[in-house]
């Protein structure tokens, strides 16, 4: 068993991550004496995330991403933010390792009522994503290390593309709640934290994008289906001003579905790949 | 070494042996002859597709590890044949030793001293028959040494007839005799003890002819008067227990008691006749011999004429008959437990008790001398009159003086016979009559021990039918602890099968029939035991197909390997129209002769559902979709024996 996860590896993303975020300064905007916090919004999010393996060790990510954000006049559910697909090429290194590539498109609607600009506006992304699993008893853990390569513009006319880089870490565990371990039928409980800096020639005083604290429900239909909800409370600051920190509570709603189509002969020896 | 030159020797001697004789094949390996198993080396003659040995012949076994190990049954025996016939100068050993494990290297040789019992014999045989001196020892061996001597004959013969004077002794006492030239015993034979110096037994013959016996023994000598003077007419015959019978008999006739064992001569010459008889037996595997001597004796004849022949033969006919119904009727337990209970059964067991003893059994004794064919050398009359001292039975065969039905026996027919005047005549007439007697009374209870057979099977029958219930309720009970409803139901179906028997059973009226059905009724009970395992063990078996089909798949979400369940049409199938329907079945309740296939039948289901998981069901798993009948699922997996076919 040579799939864990290694503790140098992990630091040096980590190293990644924070490096690039210290030692700016806000020129034209002030920032304010202390940091001030807007109102939380809330969100609902439906997120269907699929993987398809494609052979013995490649699979494609495929998701999307349903996204809502309340406004004034429509409360709760409210009005489709953003809509987004997340697609890779992920490669299987063992039960405990694997690392994907691909891009994202991300659609993103205007939610202000008052504005005039456009409604919608493209995002795009180039991703990779190295992600670790670690059994503890029952629990499984999970490092997931994200890097993303964003060009963003603004719903104004002729907006100029941005482009930042993300550098996302999140810990995640799974618990079985109903079982000793993870098999259809079964619930489990999985909070996680990610914390998502940034970085960037528009990122001057605004590393922090994102904290989300999360914990979530699932429920394991099949092992190829499973289902979960949950909530998430999500802090960072806004691009334009350090000083001014963003809140989201936002409802999750998760379907997570594996098929496989290979033949029955390709697929049965390749499911413990090197143990 | 030595055996290597051993067998130079042998090929030498037979390859002289065969130079120039045609036709002369050798054989050399594997035979067994007068129950001596061993390597055997000799050639042989083809003739009408018989092999006849003919030449230097060697047989051996030994076995050195079997001696170190245990003991060794060890043999050599040489001589030659001519034409088939032993001839020349033959020599025996064998025996069997054991070993006190302790050797000594002495030259280039170990040497092994060994214990036990030596046969020595050897002489010269002429086509077959001993001729010459003949000597045959047994002998104990302690430590590689004679130590005792335990049995001894040294004969002469001239052409297989014992010749001069012979001695034969064993450890304790010595007999010396002697014949004439032709044979015939001759003179005085004595038998002397070891411990004393007089002879303790004599018998003097002359030509032959036994005339007295003396004999010491603790209360004074006896001198007993043998054949002298009895009869104008003597016959010559081999001494043998069929003389030493004759001997015994005239002897009593003289109301002198004496057993053979009693007789150290005749011990003597037997234990002789057993050694030559070893040999001849050998002899007469390989080739053709007359081995044992015949020491020749006379006795007084008294030869049978026609009338007597055939009157011995009924009389031979009648006796075996009945005695053969008496023996049945005596040893027939029904009869002799309803003899106990009914009265006339008593009577007819007294009547069958006092035919077999008062009748048969002198009978018996009387004919023996026709068997032992020694009838011809005693005088039937006096035969007679030994025998029935007081005359035959009367016909009526008197139980007591009362007047009732029960008080006496006396068969109603023309056969009659005088009591007192004891000839061949009379004794055929007593033995048809007791024949006739005993026939009338087997008829008379057969009815009766027919019916009395079959209480007897009915009670033994019920017996294991109670018997095999208790097991059945007993393993169900314990069976339907903790199973579910199904299962319970099914498993009082079993029981329900078994009460529906038991009354059938109960119900019928005696008859071959009821026994016949109370026998299937016994194998059904067997048979229900076995579908009530099969039944209890289901939901275990459901558990071993539910584990069968599940595969490992890979959850990416969670990167754990999960079981899935496949098939699961088949196992739907299975779980949700197969085994209800076969539980339904055993609870209806099934009928006792369809048990067996029922259990097949749920037996076959499993380790089909076990190929199943293997083989490629895609079709199959399309045509179960919605199939609810459980006959047609159960032919689409293709599930033998089919218990519906054969009805309720």
Redo the contacts between chains.
């Keep these: 068993m040579n799939n864990f996860f290694r503790f140098p590896e992990i630091m040096v993303f980590l190293i990644l991550l924070c490096g690039p975020s210290m030692g700016f300064a806000q020129e034209e905007n002030i920032l304010p004496e202390e940091s001030e916090f807007k109102d939380p919004v809330g969100r609902v999010w439906f997120n269907t995330?699929g993987?398809i393996?494609i052979s013995k060790r490649l699979?494609w990510d495929a998701q999307t991403h349903f996204r809502f954000e309340e406004t004034e006049n429509t409360p709760f559910i409210g009005q489709i933010g953003q809509i987004y697909n997340r697609h890779a090429i992920g490669y299987?290194h063992s039960?405990?390792f694997?690392v994907s590539l691909g891009g994202v498109l991300r659609v993103n609607f205007n939610t202000d009522e008052s504005s005039e600009d456009r409604n919608v506006v493209p995002e795009w992304r180039i991703w990779h994503q190295y992600q670790f699993?670690m059994?503890l008893g029952s629990t499984?853990f999970?490092h997931r290390i994200r890097i993303e390569h964003r060009w963003s513009q603004g719903f104004a006319e002729n907006s100029n593309y941005i482009f930042r880089n993300r550098w996302r870490y999140m810990l995640r565990a799974?618990t079985p709640l109903n079982n000793y371990?993870?098999?259809?039928s079964t619930f489990?409980i999985s909070p996680e934290a990610e914390l998502i800096m940034q970085s960037g020639k528009p990122v001057v005083a605004s590393p922090l994008e994102d904290l989300r604290l999360t914990t979530t429900l699932g429920y394991?239909i099949?092992?190829?289906l499973?289902v979960a909800g949950g909530l998430m409370y999500s802090t960072g600051q806004s691009l334009e001003n350090g000083g001014i920190y963003k809140q989201n509570w936002t409802f999750r709603f998760h379907m997570?579905f594996?098929p496989?189509f290979r033949k029955v002969k390709n697929k049965?020896p390749s499911?413990?790949f090197d143990d | 070494m030595k055996n290597l030159l051993k067998s130079f020797l042998t090929y030498l001697l037979l390859l002289c042996c065969t130079i120039g004789m045609a036709q002369t094949q050798l054989f050399s390996g594997k035979r067994t002859a007068g129950g001596f198993t061993g390597t055997a080396e000799y050639p042989y003659k083809m003739v009408d597709g018989d092999s006849i040995p003919d030449g230097a012949f060697l047989m051996y076994k030994s076995n050195v590890n079997a001696l170190l190990k245990e003991k060794d049954s060890f043999f050599s025996f040489s001589g030659k044949f001519i034409e088939g016939y032993p001839a020349g100068f033959w020599k025996f050993q064998f025996g069997e030793f054991s070993s006190n494990n302790s050797s000594q290297v002495v030259g280039f040789q170990y040497r092994v001293n060994v214990s036990g019992i030596q046969n020595d014999a050897f002489g010269n045989l002429s086509n077959g028959k001993p001729d010459g001196d003949w000597t045959y020892k047994i002998s104990r061996i302690e430590n590689s040494e004679i130590s005792e001597v335990l049995f001894q004959s040294k004969i002469s013969y001239d052409e297989g007839i014992p010749q001069k004077s012979f001695q034969i002794e064993n450890d304790s006492t010595t007999l010396i005799g002697r014949f004439l030239r032709d044979g015939f015993a001759h003179d005085v034979w004595v038998v002397y003890s070891d411990a004393e110096s007089e002879p303790s037994e004599s018998w003097h013959f002359t030509n032959g002819l036994l005339e007295k016996i003396e004999k010491t023994s603790p209360y004074g000598n006896l001198t007993l008067k043998v054949f002298n003077g009895l009869s104008d007419r003597n016959t010559s015959v081999v001494l043998d227990e069929s003389y030493l019978k004759v001997v015994r008999w005239y002897l009593n006739k003289q109301q002198v008691e004496i057993e053979p064992k009693n007789l150290v001569m005749y011990q003597l010459l037997q234990q002789n006749a057993a050694q030559y008889k070893s040999l001849d037996d050998f002899f007469n595997d390989l080739g053709k011999s007359e081995f044992i001597p015949s020491f020749k004796v006379s006795v007084p004849f008294y030869p049978l004429d026609s009338l007597e022949i055939a009157q011995l033969k009924a009389t031979t006919e009648a006796y075996k008959s009945g005695n053969e119904i008496s023996s049945e009727l005596l040893e027939n337990p029904q009869f002799g437990l309803l003899s106990h209970s009914n009265p006339q059964a008593q009577y007819y067991y007294n009547v069958v008790e006092r035919l077999h003893q008062d009748f048969l059994e002198p009978l018996g004794t009387f004919l023996e001398f026709d068997d032992k064919e020694i009838i011809e050398f005693v005088s039937r009359t006096e035969l007679a009159s030994q025998i029935w001292p007081n005359g035959l039975p009367q016909k009526r065969i008197q139980f007591s003086e009362t007047n009732d039905a029960y008080a006496s026996w006396e068969l109603e027919s023309s056969i009659s016979y005088d009591t007192q005047e004891v000839d061949m005549d009379a004794v055929q007439q007593m033995a048809l009559y007791a024949q006739k007697s005993l026939d009338t009374i087997s008829k008379d209870l057969s009815d009766w021990l027919r019916e009395a057979k079959q209480q007897q099977q009915y009670s033994d029958l019920e017996a294991q039918l109670v018997k095999e219930t208790k097991i059945l309720e007993k393993n169900i009970d314990s069976l339907a602890i903790g199973k579910s409803i199904d299962i319970k139901r099914a498993l009082d179906g079993i029981l329900e099968t078994k009460e529906n028997a038991l009354k059938t059973y109960a119900e019928m009226t005696e008859s071959d029939a009821k026994l016949e059905y109370g026998q299937m009724t016994l194998s059904c009970l067997k048979n229900l035991g076995k579908l009530a395992l099969e039944v209890a063990k289901l939901p275990e078996k459901e558990l071993i197909i539910q584990e069968k089909y599940q595969?490992?798949?890979?959850?990416?979400?969670?990167?754990?390997?999960?079981?899935?369940a496949v098939k699961k049409r088949i196992t739907s199938a299975y779980k949700n129209v197969i085994v209800p329907y076969l539980l339904t079945k055993v609870a209806e309740p099934v009928a006792c002769k369809n048990v067996s296939n029922l259990t097949l039948l749920l037996d076959n289901t499993h380790n089909r559902l076990l190929e199943l998981r293997d083989e490629s069901t895609k079709k199959l798993e399309r045509k179960l979709k919605k199939e609810q009948d459980p006959e047609t699922v159960l032919e689409l997996l293709g599930i033998v024996s089919n218990p519906k076919t054969e009805g309720q």
Aim: proline fraction near 9%; aromatic fraction near 18%; hydrophobic fraction near 35%.
């Design positions: 995330y993987n393996r699979f299987i039960k405990r694997n699993a059994p499984m999970y799974k371990k993870f098999e259809p489990y394991i099949t092992p190829r499973t997570y594996s496989d049965l499911i413990h | 595969d490992a798949v890979w959850n990416p979400f969670t990167a754990t390997i999960m079981d899935e």
